[in-house]
């Protein structure tokens, strides 16, 4: 079958998806798109402007030939438009996902889903009534180095993970200065930036037992603390006054080996063991989560599947953030 898919909100990220529906092959067409803002319906202007990780930005227009709606209805109405990517302000999601799911299309809507886990539960049941897929956009559960240390950590080829660090740093986005700055809205670096690395530890070891947490919702490093497993997992980040743009680095302690991933370096995976030190390129990977995720979710739609990152993933991961936040307050230890 052949996905029709509509792309809602064209800042950089629902650009982002355009283009990797685009990229996607046969598999799926990307038949609509709708954004409040006229101008940017030409695709000119949102995908001038770069987000933090590698997307694939080129000079042609995802755009082209694909209809452009200037009603969220009429765009739902449209049969042709078996799938939604929903690319809007975080305290849009919900209202427009259940619009979606409601008119029968499947959704993949971007993190956070929302900051309210009230919201994520009506969400699951409304995507369990309609029959359709609902996957959280958690890009970096695909991205290919990152799905290499899960695997690494599943398989235990490198013996029992010992440690985890995590750093993501990076300027408040300029794309939406306005809503990224009304933490009320956007819930700060932590639920825009720190949430991939809250994510993947839970996707990776379960959500912990408890969390210690320093800084401000915008800048923090948390203390991630397991009955059972890795005696140290630690994530830090938030966004940066100026420095030196983008970081994303991750350090693995195994029983046999350490591995250091770091977005800047060249290679960007290297593993260290008996003295050595090995360059890693993990095989047959997407060439950004992205492309890994628009496929994940078209794979779901096509085969009827759950979606390999569901809403309830997304309220354990709210969780954890709600306890991080908890802890950012009180200077304490929370209990998840």
Same mark, same amino acid.
């Given at each position: 079958?052949?996905?029709?898919? %509509?792309?809602?909100?064209?800042?950089?990220?629902?650009?982002?998806?355009?283009?990797?529906?685009?990229?996607?092959?046969?598999?799926?067409?990307?038949? !609509?798109?709708?954004?409040?803002?006229?101008?940017? #319906?030409?695709? =000119?202007?949102?995908?001038?402007?770069? &987000?933090?990780?590698?997307?694939?930005? +080129?000079?042609? +227009?995802? #755009?082209?030939?694909?209809?452009?709606? =200037?009603?969220?209805?009429?765009?739902?109405?449209?049969?042709?438009?078996?799938?939604?990517?929903?690319?809007?302000?975080? +305290?849009?999601?919900?209202?427009?996902?259940?619009? %979606?799911?409601? $008119?029968?299309?499947?959704?993949?809507?971007?993190?956070?889903?929302?900051?309210?886990?009230?919201?994520?539960?009506?969400?699951?049941?409304? %995507?369990?009534?309609?029959?359709?897929?609902?996957?959280?956009?958690?890009?970096?559960?695909?991205?290919?180095?990152?799905?290499? #240390?899960?695997?690494?950590?599943?398989?235990?080829?490198?013996?029992?993970?010992?440690?985890?660090?995590?750093?993501?740093?990076?300027?408040?986005?300029?794309?939406?200065?306005?809503?990224?700055?009304?933490?009320?809205?956007?819930?700060?670096?932590?639920?825009?930036?720190?949430?991939?690395?809250?994510?993947?530890?839970?996707?990776?070891?379960?959500?912990?037992?408890?969390? #210690?947490?320093? /800084?401000?919702?915008?800048?923090?490093?948390?203390?991630?603390? *397991?009955?059972?497993?890795?005696?140290?997992?630690?994530?830090? &980040?938030?966004?940066?006054?100026? &420095?030196?743009?983008?970081?994303?680095?991750?350090?693995?302690?195994?029983?046999?080996?350490? !591995?250091?991933?770091?977005?800047? $370096?060249?290679?960007?995976?290297?593993?260290?063991?008996? &003295?050595?030190?090995? %360059?890693?390129?993990?095989? /047959?990977?997407?060439?950004?989560? *992205? +492309?890994?995720?628009?496929?994940?979710?078209?794979?779901?739609?096509?085969?009827?599947?759950?979606?390999?990152?569901?809403?309830?993933?997304? /309220?354990?991961?709210?969780?954890?953030?709600?306890?991080? !936040?908890?802890?950012?307050?009180?200077?304490?230890?929370?209990?998840?």
């Amino acid at each position: 079958m052949t996905v029709g898919v %509509a792309v809602i909100g064209l800042g950089f990220m629902g650009m982002t998806h355009a283009r990797a529906y685009r990229d996607a092959g046969p598999r799926c067409r990307l038949r !609509a798109a709708y954004d409040t803002d006229p101008s940017r #319906l030409s695709g =000119d202007g949102a995908g001038s402007r770069g &987000g933090n990780l590698p997307q694939g930005q +080129d000079r042609e +227009d995802p #755009l082209a030939s694909v209809a452009v709606f =200037d009603s969220l209805s009429a765009l739902l109405a449209d049969p042709g438009v078996d799938a939604v990517s929903i690319c809007t302000p975080t +305290d849009t999601h919900a209202a427009i996902a259940s619009a %979606a799911l409601e $008119a029968g299309k499947h959704v993949l809507v971007e993190k956070p889903v929302s900051l309210d886990r009230g919201e994520i539960h009506a969400l699951e049941a409304a %995507a369990t009534r309609a029959g359709r897929v609902c996957m959280p956009a958690m890009c970096m559960r695909f991205w290919p180095e990152w799905a290499w #240390l899960r695997d690494r950590i599943a398989d235990g080829e490198l013996g029992e993970i010992r440690s985890l660090s995590f750093e993501r740093l990076g300027p408040m986005p300029d794309w939406g200065v306005g809503f990224y700055a009304d933490s009320a809205r956007s819930g700060g670096a932590l639920h825009d930036l720190h949430i991939h690395d809250t994510d993947f530890i839970c996707a990776l070891l379960g959500p912990p037992a408890s969390v #210690l947490s320093s /800084g401000d919702i915008n800048r923090l490093t948390t203390m991630y603390r *397991y009955d059972t497993g890795p005696g140290h997992v630690v994530a830090g &980040g938030g966004w940066m006054r100026g &420095g030196p743009g983008f970081t994303m680095r991750y350090t693995a302690e195994f029983e046999h080996a350490t !591995a250091v991933f770091d977005l800047a $370096a060249d290679p960007p995976l290297v593993v260290f063991r008996a &003295g050595e030190r090995e %360059a890693v390129q993990p095989p /047959g990977a997407p060439a950004t989560g *992205y +492309d890994g995720e628009i496929g994940a979710f078209l794979h779901a739609v096509e085969n009827g599947e759950d979606p390999p990152v569901t809403l309830a993933d997304a /309220g354990v991961t709210l969780a954890v953030l709600e306890a991080e !936040a908890r802890s950012l307050h009180s200077g304490e230890i929370e209990t998840v």
